[in-house]
């Protein structure tokens, strides 16, 4: 069993921006694929960004790209989001999911994930 633990969240003005982090628990971390989504309100949970097992390759959904940016220690069992130039459309909150089994970086569904943490919201205000 894994858990993952976000923080970072809260409110942030357009243009602003943030580092959301994800803390996982296990001895296994170095070996999954770890990925970010977010549910706006009202809408369905869409998938952010992922970054493979090593940290090597990363992938974005379109509307992201230029301006959030995923990383990882291993070290320290954590993957990060780097969010800039925040916008409204931005807001929703934002969940760590990850991956088991040495996987690259891609698109997944909520139905690939294995494991989820329960979110932490992000608030751009205009």
């Known amino acids: 069993q894994v858990q993952l633990v976000e923080s970072g969240g809260g409110l942030v003005q357009a243009g602003g921006s943030l580092r959301l982090s994800c803390a996982a628990s296990?001895?296994?971390?170095?070996?999954?694929?770890m990925g970010w989504f977010r549910q706006a309100p009202g809408k369905e949970r869409e998938f952010v960004a992922t970054?493979?097992?090593?940290?090597?390759?990363?992938y974005y959904t379109d509307s992201v790209k230029g301006r959030f940016t995923i990383s990882r220690d291993n070290a320290k069992n954590t993957v990060y989001l780097q969010i800039n130039s925040l916008k409204p459309e931005d807001t929703a909150v934002y969940y760590c999911?990850?991956?088991?089994?040495?996987?690259?970086?891609?698109?997944?569904?909520?139905?690939?994930?294995?494991?989820w943490g329960k979110g932490t919201l992000v608030i751009v205000s205009s």
């Open positions: 999911a990850c991956r088991r089994g040495f996987s690259s970086a891609s698109y997944y569904s909520d139905q690939s994930m294995d494991y």
């Open positions: 296990g001895r296994t971390f170095s070996s999954y694929a």
């Open positions: 970054i493979s097992w090593s940290g090597g390759t990363t």
